[in-house]
């Protein structure tokens, strides 16, 4: 009950051709692919570097 299957993916790819037609789709889709990357980016990054930055901000 809780998976997607492909009839499911069908249908969302169906109405995301809808609403933002064909032209637009690989912008969209180029576009998610850069936030994600970001994402994961921002994930990976070390914390201790932001934890000095905000220690040394809070100091002065």
């Not at 032209?23 to 570097?49: C, H, Q, T, V």
């Amino acid at each position: 009950m809780g998976s997607i299957g492909a009839p499911e993916l069908l249908i969302i790819l169906v109405i995301v051709l809808l609403v933002f037609g064909a032209g637009r789709l690989p912008e969209i889709g180029s576009a998610l692919g850069k936030g994600i990357r970001d994402f994961r980016k921002g994930l990976s990054e070390e914390p201790e570097a932001h934890d000095a930055e905000n220690t040394g901000a809070s100091k002065g």
